[in-house]
């Protein structure tokens, strides 16, 4: 028996030793494989891609993964040029399709809306919490707005005399109502009345020259003989000024309504006249409104069906109406005399009173609504005809309006509230993409005239000194720069100069401050304002414009002013005396500046201003 277990024993154990050897042999092939395979290599002969045989499967994959990578990049870079290709031909031939619907459009119809003392906030569009204008409001989303719209100044007849002739006061010399400019020749006083040739004025040329149906109805504003100083050039032609209510043919008639039914006249009668020859019309509806009826202690005085508007609302008062920003203001308008500056007086008789300035802003509110209704009844009416979508239509307006800012009622001075007025423009024209869009640059009312002639197929005269505004909303146009795939000969016809050229920038700034050229628009401006009667009744004013800071400049004074617009858009505190070195620059800059537009404005040079 022990030898029985003896013999298990030594079975037991050459068993295990044929184990033992045989596991020692799978582990020493498993180390040989796992070695030459190179799994304990060191990790930079793991990672480095030139120290791995050609056959190395790591090697293989990184190689792989690589090629695949370049392929993809090279793909994406085909698709990239495959779509930019793509997008530049759908381009070209919409800008192709454009030109040619512009080449088939028969000659547009364009007319123009243009009211009295209204600024530029006095629209829904522009975001005033309280006036109703859902017609104008509804031009600017199906055309442009342009927020810094502004004025050369800011007087009724001087801006329509602007209108008429594309020049500044400085060029066209209206300065006084009827009389234009006095002045001594042979001995004997003068009045030049309207200087510029009949035949150079908007009117005529218009009729004239581009062959359109031409219509007038509303304030002319110049009260001297139409047909003598702008020429035989009307087939229909009203002049409504200085009233808001009258008896006409045994009926008492409001002005605005007299302005819509005259208007309307003039498209039936085009309608019969006009069209049939194929000649388009080129409408000028100049409300008397907003404007206040000058020595009625009234002063605005709206329809009877307009009075329940706004009678529960509460207008606000502007931050700059009180006492202490009145007497910031320059020290000649409170004269020594005993004399009353005129917007002071007319502040008295609006805004003197809580109550007052309530009664007298919600009736200038619903003076504005009436005519915006005005203008749904007008366009309403192209619509009817036919011409809606044919016709350019501009609301625009002469001058700003002190709404007891300062102190002050009415306009004339160089403040924002003066001489910022609302413009929208649609016109079928317009590219696409700018439409509903707003437009911050700096137009001018010396740009409706070669705006309109343009859009007629004419070009601006050399003596006028605006531009054509259409080149901010089509795509042939710029922003800023000339827009890509621009043809060169549309672009050059776009900024058609006539022979009037562009004048250098200001020496400061950098290149910043200009009046434009053939790839940008002007980003200063001179403004100017005559005396009336005497310094103390209206005081001459003129000022360099900018959109971060501004120059006074009061002749019959010699009085200066600067204001930051940035830090202060209330024109508040003036920085004439700063010690900041800064405001001391700037100062010198700009009267430098002021006085090389001023010298140009009133030159007979043929320029863009």
Not at 518 to 534: A, I, L, V
Request: proline share 5%; charged share 25%.
């Amino acid at each position: 028996m022990v030898r029985s277990l003896q013999a298990q024993r030594t079975l037991h154990s050459r068993v295990l030793v044929i184990l033992i050897i045989t596991l020692s042999v799978i582990s020493f092939v498993v180390l040989v494989s796992v070695h030459h395979f190179g799994v304990f290599s060191t990790p930079q002969h793991t990672t480095r891609e030139q120290d791995m045989p050609d056959n190395h499967p790591i090697r293989a994959g990184i190689s792989g993964n690589a090629n695949d990578a370049d392929q993809m990049l090279k793909d994406k870079a085909r698709r990239a040029r495959q779509l930019a290709q793509q997008r530049q031909q759908k381009e070209r031939e919409m800008q192709q399709q454009q030109e040619k619907e512009e080449e088939e459009r028969p000659p547009m119809n364009i007319i123009l809306f243009y009211a009295d003392d209204w600024r530029y906030d006095t629209m829904g569009a522009a975001g005033n919490p309280v006036v109703k204008t859902p017609f104008i409001d509804a031009l600017a989303k199906e055309g442009v707005r342009f927020t810094e719209n502004c004025v050369t100044t800011s007087i009724c007849w001087i801006s329509r005399a602007t209108l008429y002739t594309g020049q500044y006061l400085a060029r066209h010399h209206f300065e006084m109502l009827g009389r234009g400019r006095t002045i001594l020749e042979d001995g004997k006083l003068v009045e030049k009345k309207l200087e510029v040739p009949a035949n150079e004025t908007l009117y005529s040329l218009m009729k004239k020259k581009a062959k359109y149906f031409v219509g007038h109805t509303g304030k002319l504003g110049l009260w001297i003989d139409h047909e003598e100083y702008l020429g035989k050039s009307f087939d229909y032609f009203t002049d409504e000024d200085g009233w808001h209510w009258r008896n006409i043919g045994g009926k008492m008639m409001h002005i605005t309504n007299k302005n819509t039914g005259d208007a309307l006249r003039f498209l039936k009668m085009w309608e019969s006249k006009g069209k049939p020859k194929q000649k388009p019309f080129f409408l000028n509806v100049a409300y008397f409104a907003t404007h206040a009826v000058d020595g009625d202690k009234r002063q605005y005085m709206p329809q009877n069906e307009s009075m329940t508007m706004y009678e529960n609302d509460t207008i606000p008062i502007p931050a700059t109406a009180n006492e202490e920003t009145w007497q910031k203001m320059p020290y000649f308008f409170r004269p020594s005399s005993g004399a009353m500056n005129e917007g002071r007086t007319r502040w008295t008789w609006r805004y003197d009173e809580p109550d007052k300035h309530q009664h007298m802003m919600k009736n200038y509110y619903r003076m504005a609504s009436e005519v915006d209704t005005s203008v749904g009844i007008i366009l309403k009416e192209l619509e009817m005809q036919g011409q809606l979508n044919n016709t350019m239509i501009i609301f625009t307006t002469d001058n700003g309006n002190f709404h007891a800012e300062h102190g002050l009622a009415d306009k004339w001075y160089p403040h924002q509230e003066s001489i910022r007025v609302p413009l929208v423009i649609k016109d079928p024209r317009m590219s696409p993409e700018f439409v509903g869009t707003t437009n911050d640059e700096f137009t001018l009312n010396i740009d409706l005239a070669a705006t309109v002639l343009a859009a007629a197929g004419l070009d601006p005269l050399p003596t006028m000194m605006g531009r054509d505004m259409s080149v901010l909303y089509r795509r042939n146009g710029f922003e800023g720069e000339v827009a890509a795939a621009t043809s060169q000969s549309r672009r050059k016809a776009f900024a058609s100069t006539n022979g009037r050229r562009y004048i250098d920038p200001s020496s400061d700034g950098g290149g910043q401050y200009h009046s434009g050229s053939e790839s940008s628009w002007r980003t200063e401006f001179f403004y100017e304002h005559p005396m009336h009667s005497n310094r103390d009744y209206i005081p001459a004013s003129e000022a360099l414009v900018r959109k971060d800071y501004k120059y006074f400049y009061w002749p019959n004074f010699e009085y200066e002013q600067l204001f930051d617009l940035k830090n202060d858009p209330g024109e508040i505190h003036d920085l004439f005396n700063s010690s900041n070195p800064v405001h001391q620059k700037k100062l010198a800059e700009m009267r430098k500046r002021f006085k090389e537009l001023k010298t140009l404005a009133y030159s007979d040079w043929q320029i863009i201003l």
